[in-house]
């Protein structure tokens, strides 16, 4: 069960239209390493994950990422909604046109469409686990690079607070992970 | 652990950066306070999952959840409804939460 929020997690606003900056965010809604793969990753692993700490994790982190999802696409459609035919056209996204007008799609900055192929539950929480913090890490590059791209300063302010949120969940992770190891080992033990 | 709590506050310029286009900017300062004090349990919440001996840090979640609440119920009565399927109330005569600007849309 989950309670929606008639609000955003931390505010958005843009200073005005950028197509351009919009085709390379939404890599973050829709890509390898974007908040889609990361929310469906954690939630998707509570079930398999021994220990009641780290099942919070994963389902809090998990329930956090829906909220950035909701972010970044806040971002995309604000940077895109009064896009003329001409301005797609100039980013590239003509294609996207075609398929989805205006219409946010789960892709990344190239259009690939987003895959089930990008996340994993091994079932084993230290291999589970690895990845998450993986994760965490390739999401906050990506941020990083965002940031690189960014001529909106505005823009830039929100990517820098969901950078800053996936260092966080690396911590929380890697602290998950020396729990279980720690339980592993006493398990065997006995 | 009243570091995680200020750091986070300290770390992102909550103050200054809404731009409205809607009509609702007179709920915009105590939305702003509820993002604030939502996102201090949000951090507190994530550390308890992995500290949960913490008790300092407990007495802190339980007092930031005091004031969200008071925030969401003034936020709910004064302007929009923020939650539905029964975990809010409607005021007025007709569905709020259907006319109400979504959050992308603000």
């Known amino acids: 069960m989950w309670v929606y929020e008639k609000k955003l997690q931390y505010p958005v606003n843009v200073s005005g239209k950028n197509v351009q900056l919009a085709k390379w965010i939404i890599t973050q809604y829709g ?12 939630l998707n692993q509570r079930y398999s994950i021994p220990t009641e700490r780290a099942k919070a994790t994963l389902n809090d982190i998990g329930t956090e990422e829906l909220a950035h999802l909701e972010i970044v696409g806040t971002l995309v459609h604000k940077l895109t909604k009064d896009a003329s035919i001409a301005e797609l056209k100039a980013a590239d996204l003509a294609g996207h046109y075609a398929d989805h007008d205006r219409a946010l799609f789960y892709v990344d900055a190239v259009g690939n469409p987003w895959t089930a192929a990008y996340i994993q539950a091994k079932g084993d929480p230290i291999a589970d686990l690895t990845e998450n913090m993986a994760a965490e890490q390739k999401a906050r590059a990506t941020y990083n690079w965002l940031i690189n791209l960014s001529d909106d300063p505005q823009v830039t302010d929100v990517l820098r607070f969901l950078r800053e949120r996936e260092v966080v969940h690396f911590q929380r992770f890697g602290e998950t992970l020396n729990y279980v190891q720690q339980y592993l080992d006493e398990k065997k033990c006995y | 652990m009243a570091l995680v709590k200020d750091r986070a506050l300290a770390d992102y310029p909550l103050e200054g950066v809404f731009r409205v286009t809607s009509n609702n900017a007179a709920c915009l300062p105590l939305l702003r306070k509820i993002q604030q004090v939502e996102f201090a349990a949000l951090e507190l919440n994530l550390y308890l999952d992995t500290h949960p001996d913490d008790f300092r840090a407990i007495e802190q979640y339980n007092r930031m959840h005091r004031e969200l609440c008071e925030l969401k119920r003034q936020y ?5 409804p923020l939650l539905n399927y029964g ?7 007709t569905w709020r939460w259907a006319e ?7």
Do not use: C, I, K, V
């Open chain 2, 100 to 106: 109400t600007p979504w959050p992308w849309d603000m």
């Open chain 2, 76 to 80: 709910e009565q004064q302007h929009e």
């Open chain 1, 31 to 42: 890509g390898p390493d974007g908040e889609l793969a990361a929310s469906l990753r954690y």
């Open chain 2, 87 to 93: 975990f809010g109330m409607n005021n007025g005569r």
